[in-house]
C-alpha cells in the first residue's frame, strides 16, 4: 500500500495519513467494536425473549426469581471475554440483576442448571470451544447480527404484543 501524502499549509509540507492513522478503519468503513455491541444487544435480546413465559415473567436460571423482561440479563457460564462461547446459546440464560452483576453469575448454580438442561457433557463441550475459538471476524459477526434480528423481531410480536 502506497503512502498518502497531503500538504500541511502552516509548513508547507507532506504528512503521512497513514502514520497519522486519521482513515484507518475496516476496509468497509465498519469497526469492530460497534458490530459487537449490536451482536451482543440483538442476542441478549433474543435469549431473555426466549425466557420469556405467556405470563409476562422470566425465571431466573440461577435463583428462580420470578422477574420482568426489562429486570432481566443475559448471562454467561463462561465469560464474554471468550469469544467462542460469547454467542453461544448453549452457553447463555436470562438472569436477575442481583445474579448477573452483583453475585457475578452465581457459577456453581448456573453450571448445576446446564447440567440438567443440556446433560453432564455440556461444560466440557463449551470448554473446548472456548479454547479452540478465541478470535471473531467482522463476517460472523454480521451473520450474527443477521440471524438473530428477524428472530428477536418475531419474538417481540410474539411475546410482548409489539408491532412493527
Same mark, same amino acid.
Given at each position: 500500500?502506497?503512502?498518502?501524502?497531503?500538504?500541511?499549509?502552516?509548513?508547507?509540507?507532506?504528512?503521512?495519513?497513514?502514520?497519522?492513522?486519521?482513515?484507518?478503519?475496516?476496509?468497509?468503513?465498519?469497526?469492530?467494536?460497534?458490530?459487537?455491541?449490536?451482536?451482543?444487544?440483538?442476542?441478549?435480546?433474543?435469549?431473555?425473549?426466549?425466557?420469556?413465559?405467556?405470563?409476562?415473567?422470566?425465571?431466573?436460571?440461577?435463583?428462580?426469581?420470578?422477574?420482568?423482561?426489562?429486570?432481566?440479563?443475559?448471562?454467561?457460564?463462561?465469560?464474554?471475554?471468550?469469544?467462542?462461547?460469547?454467542?453461544?446459546?448453549?452457553?447463555?440464560?436470562?438472569?436477575?440483576?442481583?445474579?448477573?452483576?452483583?453475585?457475578?453469575?452465581?457459577?456453581?448454580?448456573?453450571?448445576?442448571?446446564?447440567?440438567?438442561?443440556?446433560?453432564?457433557?455440556? =461444560?466440557? *463441550?463449551?470448554?473446548? #470451544? /472456548?479454547?479452540?475459538? %478465541?478470535?471473531?471476524?467482522?463476517?460472523?459477526?454480521?451473520?450474527?447480527?443477521?440471524?438473530?434480528?428477524? =428472530?428477536? *423481531?418475531?419474538?417481540? #410480536? /410474539?411475546?410482548?404484543? %409489539?408491532?412493527?
Amino acid at each position: 500500500m502506497g503512502y498518502l501524502y497531503w500538504k500541511n499549509k502552516k509548513e508547507n509540507r507532506p504528512v503521512n495519513l497513514v502514520k497519522k492513522r486519521w482513515f484507518m478503519k475496516h476496509p468497509l468503513g465498519i469497526k469492530t467494536t460497534s458490530l459487537i455491541k449490536k451482536a451482543d444487544v440483538v442476542f441478549s435480546k433474543f435469549i431473555r425473549l426466549t425466557a420469556l413465559s405467556i405470563s409476562g415473567y422470566i425465571r431466573c436460571f440461577t435463583c428462580g426469581a420470578f422477574i420482568s423482561y426489562r429486570e432481566s440479563d443475559n448471562g454467561h457460564y463462561i465469560g464474554r471475554e471468550h469469544m467462542g462461547t460469547r454467542y453461544c446459546e448453549q452457553n447463555c440464560a436470562a438472569q436477575c440483576h442481583s445474579c448477573n452483576r452483583f453475585a457475578e453469575g452465581r457459577k456453581s448454580d448456573f453450571a448445576i442448571n446446564l447440567q440438567k438442561k443440556y446433560g453432564p457433557e455440556i =461444560l466440557n *463441550k463449551l470448554e473446548v #470451544i /472456548k479454547e479452540r475459538d %478465541r478470535f471473531i471476524t467482522t463476517s460472523r459477526l454480521q451473520e450474527i447480527i443477521a440471524y438473530y434480528k428477524p =428472530l428477536v *423481531k418475531e419474538l417481540e #410480536i /410474539k411475546k410482548l404484543g %409489539r408491532k412493527l
